[in-house]
């Protein structure tokens, strides 16, 4: 099992990503991916800014949004709000990100982030994809 955020899901999805490569090996290693829920808002809005930039289509976008609700929506996880929040206070990081680090805290496991100001507020609770491959 492997706990990703948005930019590890972004990375799979999205063939012209720096860490494409890393994410798609991960991938083939243990496809058993989990994520908090607040991980396909992310991927609406970056498919959507890669449409408003023109590097993607409407529907590849959406067709990318399926793809990902599909194949990952069973391993969501829904983190209350006030947890999100206490952890954002403790960690210094955004709501946001807090949720992905309350999902770790849950299962168990490492969360899989190439957000570096992240990993450096979380250390006990996240690696890097390099780290996560190196484990796999």
Not at 37 to 55: F, P, Q, W, Y
Not at 60 to 84: I, N, V
Request: glycine share 4%; charged share 25%; with cysteine.
């Amino acid at each position: 099992m492997v706990l990703v955020d948005t930019n590890v899901f972004v990375a799979l999805m999205i063939q012209n990503t720096p860490w494409n490569g890393q994410a798609t090996e991960l991938f083939s290693r243990d496809p058993d991916w989990r994520s908090e829920a607040h991980a396909l808002v992310e991927l609406s809005n970056v498919l959507l800014r890669l449409v408003r930039v023109k590097e993607i289509g409407e529907a590849e976008a959406l067709s990318k949004l399926r793809e990902a609700q599909s194949q990952f929506s069973e391993g969501l996880l829904y983190l209350p709000h006030t947890e999100a929040l206490s952890i954002a206070f403790h960690h210094h990081c955004s709501a946001y990100d807090a949720r992905f680090l309350g999902a770790a805290r849950e299962l168990g496991i490492k969360l899989t982030t190439e957000d570096a100001k992240l990993r450096k507020a979380a250390p006990e609770l996240t690696q890097s994809l390099a780290e996560a491959l190196a484990a796999a």
